[in-house]
Nanobody, 115 residues
């Protein structure tokens, strides 16, 4: 059974940095892609960043140049380094893994950016 566990969320001031992690219960090498989504209060869940098994990454326009997604296959972990955080980055950050027709989600970790 696939389990994804996020960690590293918290409260940070605007302009600060935070790194969230997603640890998988299985080898992440077999996933076609892994991604971070976020959901702000009253808004739909949106894609923040994704990374393929080959290491190719793509980002939402709103975080391009500020966030970096990376993966450590040896640790079965995906990271999202978030710099120059803004209040609008506040939300619950979810880890997502896709393999063929299956999609797996973590429980989410709260990130709050204060002014």
């Amino acid at each position: 059974q696939v389990q994804l566990v996020e960690s590293g969320g918290g409260l940070v001031q605007a302009g600060g940095s935070l790194r969230v992690s997603c640890s998988a219960s299985v080898t992440i090498y077999n996933f076609n892609s892994m991604a971070w989504y976020r959901q702000a209060p009253g808004k739909q869940r949106e894609l923040v960043a994704a990374i393929t098994s080959g290491g190719g990454a793509n980002y939402a326009d709103s975080v391009q140049g500020r966030f970096t997604i990376s993966r450590d296959n040896a640790k079965n972990t995906v990271y999202l380094q978030m710099n120059s955080l803004k209040p609008e980055d506040t939300g619950v950050y979810y880890c997502c893994a896709k393999r063929l027709l299956s999609t797996y989600w973590g429980q989410g970790t709260q990130v709050t950016v204060s002014t």
